[in-house]
């Protein structure tokens, strides 16, 4: 069968329109992802029940932190429920990954639980992360709180689409809980719905400038170990927190570097540098500060650049809502962090 010129163009044509509109609605999926908000969970009030778990490294003689943090919750009005395999040892762990993921997924499946506070961090977050199922999360969603190794977990939660919060855990209690009574009120805060707004000291390393966007983020090694899984959070139009500790300055220029290959920063919105804790000695000195070869990491960049958050590994370790819009404002004489509460 001959065809004609005017049958063959036609056909050429409609193709093309085809085409487009494939193509025009992938662009508006893609926006409509990109921009659509997170989940936030019921805040706590009283009566609401939290419950301890440990989905990371073993806790070896910790049972006074463990029993401080029931007896905070309590003072707050919450009921507290310790997983059964907390206490559980298996070489590294608290427990082996069936044990640990048994504690954390009966949690998330309880309609009754409204928050889940990981007892500590270390390593092995990222060995259950596959096993987890959201079925019944997400029709019960409710708060996870931890920082450190959880940032594995908080990456998860991000990706689909909840709120979580980066604050202390409960190996964080000292003897004398005055010690850390600012960062006790902003966890509380958080958890009730009212989270802090923070006014950070000028620190001459600081890249002015203003922005605003969902805070992600966590422990940079863990967010550096995400990378090209399904836990690799997009981080475009977002405000980045990072923090650190006992790593050598090459490992971290190494791993923001492999980041920035990876097109981590290509279009984040800005960058929250908080605790650099315990940082090892090489051989081989780097030569500068760590906030020096932070800003020479990312000198391409343009985003405003805030360091001297309070969060991390050490004692003064500030509550933040991860997924939640801030706006972040970073001039010579201060910086200030603000979420937009609902």
């Known amino acids: 069968m001959i065809l004609r010129p005017a049958i063959i163009v036609s056909f050429f044509a409609i193709i093309l329109v085809f085409n487009e509109a494939i193509c025009a609605q992938s ?32 806790l070896k003689n910790r049972e006074r932190e463990v029993q401080q943090a029931i007896d905070l919750l309590k003072s707050w009005g919450l009921h ?19 044990e640990r993921c048994e504690d954390l997924q009966k949690a998330m499946d309880d309609p009754t639980i409204s928050a889940i506070w990981c007892a500590r961090g270390g390593y092995g977050t990222v060995r259950i992360l596959d096993k987890l ?36 855990m409960c190996v964080s209690l000292t003897k004398d809980l005055s010690e850390i009574a600012y960062t006790i009120e902003t966890f509380k805060m958080a958890l009730f719905g009212n989270p802090t707004n923070y006014d950070l000291e000028p620190i001459t390393y600081n890249r002015e400038g203003k922005a605003s966007g969902e ?6 090694t863990m967010l550096h ?17 990072i923090e650190e500790i006992g790593e050598y300055k090459y490992h971290i220029d190494r791993m923001l570097q492999s980041m920035k ?16 804790s315990r940082l090892r000695k090489n051989t081989t000195l780097w030569g500068t500060s760590v906030e020096q070869l932070i800003r020479d990491a990312l000198a391409d960049y343009d985003f405003p650049i805030a360091f001297g958050m309070p ?6 370790n500030l509550a933040m809502t991860l997924g ?17 509460k609902e």
């Open 27 to 58: 662009k508006t999926d893609n926006s409509t992802k990109m921009t659509s908000e997170l989940i936030r969970p019921p805040y706590l009030k009283a009566g609401d029940t939290v419950a301890i778990v440990a989905p990371s490294g073993i």
């Open 80 to 98: 507290a429920v310790v997983g059964k395999h907390v206490f559980s040892k298996a070489n590294h762990f608290a427990g082996t990954d069936d």
């Open 225 to 241: 170990t995400m990378l090209g899984s399904k836990e690799t959070i997009d981080t475009s139009g977002k405000i980045l927190f």
């Open 324 to 340: 939640m819009t801030v706006d972040l404002q970073v001039e010579g004489d201060k910086t200030m962090i603000s979420f937009k």
């Open 133 to 168: 199922d959201y079925t019944k999360f997400k029709q019960n969603p409710k708060w996870v709180v931890g920082y450190s190794d959880i940032t594995a977990f908080h990456n998860q939660l991000h990706n689909k689409g909840f709120m979580s919060i980066h604050a202390l």
């Open 215 to 220: 805070l992600v983020g966590g422990n940079l």
């Open 261 to 276: 290959r990876a097109g981590y920063f290509d279009n984040l919105n800005g960058l929250i540098v908080g605790d650099m």
């Open 311 to 316: 969060a991390g590994h050490e004692k003064k």
